[in-house]
């Protein structure tokens, strides 16, 4: 499958994300990793790693997604966002390619076959730079009975969400400012969060939702209530919420970690807006689900592992309330 287009001028539009870049031969995207070859969309990190790892699933975070699950992790180098505050700059903020680490589709399920891992994540850095490598793998995973999921800043094309419907299982996005115009100045993005959100959610991928909460930049109670509403009026109330803690890395030194009672502000207006899954990470802080029914405790976490897992078949075993999520 082709995720570009032949213009009449001689350029090809590349079709990976929402900036739809125009190339001329030569030419690169603001990903820094697609490149128009002799008319052709060239993906450059296709099948060239940068990380490769065996994570569990809570560490995506995925909490509703076969909890205590390990992941096959992967990812590339770029990116097709600048965050100034990103984690894993040195792979998403360059495009110096591994070649070294070149590995294929059949090696990648092979070694999941082989250590018995049920789930392929992506990620890492943005998998929709890589989303050609992303499809091939996927595809083969899935005729092994392997499942696929994304860690995604959500800036993926129309044309690669449709195309997900068919072999992605689960996404965490990163919902990172409801501000358009600090999409557009910081991280040099167009402002397609929302639309996208509701498009993967039509998709029938399951779907969680990350917020890095940034001192004096998305901390606002307004913004924090903007986010929030947002996610239970248009993703369902039953969508986990994961508000996570800033620590100084990369661009932005200076600030300082996020305050927890920062973190329980946002977690309480989450549930006043109606969210029934909200989760506060990077704090130590404890993460259960809990029945939004009754309040039983029902999936027991410790840092990124799942201690203890009542659910039973998708339901409260002491209500008989459907959990929202991915259970078996």
């Known amino acids: 499958m082709k995720f570009y287009k032949k213009n009449n001028n001689g350029t090809i539009t590349c079709l990976l994300c929402q ?20 008319g052709q969309l060239k993906n450059m990190v296709y099948g060239n790693i940068a990380a490769l790892h065996i994570d569990p699933v809570e560490k995506k975070p995925l909490y509703h997604f076969l909890p205590g699950s390990s992941t096959l992790s992967l990812g ?44 392929i994540a992506y990620t890492y850095n943005e998998p929709t730079i890589f989303y050609p490598f992303v499809r091939d793998t996927a595809i083969l995973a899935k ?42 100045k910081i991280l040099k993005a167009p402002f397609k969060i929302k639309e996208n959100l509701i498009k993967l959610k039509k998709q029938n991928i399951w779907l969680e939702v990350t917020t890095l909460i940034i001192p004096g930049v998305n901390d606002s109670k307004n913004e924090l209530k903007e ?13 986990p919420w994961h508000i996570n803690a800033f620590y100084p890395d990369y661009k932005m030194t200076e ?10 502000t946002a977690e309480e207006i989450a549930y006043q807006a109606g969210l029934n899954f909200v ?23 410790h840092g990124f592992y799942t201690i203890n897992n009542t659910i039973s078949n998708g339901f409260c075993p002491y209500c008989n309330t459907k959990i929202a999520g991915v259970w078996e």
């Open 255 to 264: 600030t300082p970690p996020t305050p927890i009672p920062s973190l329980l």
């Open 143 to 184: 005729q092994h009975g392997i499942k696929n999921i994304m860690v995604s800043n959500g800036l993926m094309s129309d044309e690669v969400i449709e195309d997900m419907g068919q072999i992605i299982d689960a996404c965490n996005i990163d919902y990172k400012s409801n501000n358009e115009e600090y999409y557009r």
């Open 19 to 38: 900036h739809y870049c125009t190339l001329k031969e030569g030419q690169t995207g603001a990903c820094g990793v697609n490149i128009n070859m002799s």
């Open 227 to 239: 986010i929030a509403t947002f996610i239970a009026t248009e993703l369902g109330k039953n969508t």
């Open 76 to 119: 590339t180098v770029g990116c097709n966002m600048k965050c100034p505050f990103c984690q894993n700059w040195q792979i998403s903020q360059t495009n110096n390619v591994r070649n070294s680490t070149h590995t294929t589709p059949e090696k990648l399920v092979s070694i999941a076959l082989s250590k018995q891992i049920k789930i």
């Open 279 to 301: 989760y506060v990470g990077n704090r130590g802080l404890e993460n259960i689900t809990l029945c939004p029914r009754c309040g039983a405790k029902l999936v027991v976490r």
